[in-house]
């Protein structure tokens, strides 16, 4: 099995920044992608971004790109999103994913592990 557990939420005022984390540990895959996701209350959990382990492929959300930005750490076997410039619709409970293989997926099905969530919240 593969835990992941998440970090980094908390509040925030519109314009600022907060840095996600997602530790993962257990069971190990020679291909694999990571992603984030949010589920804001009342909405559908959404894709946010996803990063190819192997080679660091990343892709983004419209919503998010050029704010936020995915990163790996292979050492630590951890992914970051860092969020800049936060909005208010930014308001969700964030969580990471990851699925075998090498193909991004931005529909939430094509995921096999996921971590419990962190909340973000940002204040107009």
């Known amino acids: 099995q593969v835990q992941l557990v998440e970090s980094g939420g908390g509040l925030v005022q519109a314009g600022g920044s907060l840095r996600l984390s997602c530790a993962a540990s257990?069971?190990?895959?020679?291909?694999?992608?990571m992603g984030w996701f949010r589920q804001a209350p009342g909405k559908e959990r959404e894709f946010v971004s996803a990063?190819?382990?192997?080679?660091?492929?990343?892709y983004y959300a419209d919503s998010v790109k050029g704010r936020f930005t995915i990163s790996r750490a292979n050492a630590e076997n951890t992914m970051y999103l860092q969020m800049n410039s936060l909005k208010p619709e930014d308001t969700a409970v964030y969580s990471c994913?990851?699925?075998?293989?090498?193909?991004?997926?931005?529909?939430?099905?094509?995921?096999?592990?996921w971590g419990q969530g962190t909340q973000v919240t940002v204040s107009s």
């Open positions: 257990g069971r190990t895959f020679n291909s694999y992608v």
């Open positions: 990063i190819r382990w192997s080679g660091g492929f990343t």
């Open positions: 994913a990851l699925r075998t293989g090498n193909n991004i997926y931005t529909d939430r099905t094509a995921y096999d592990y």
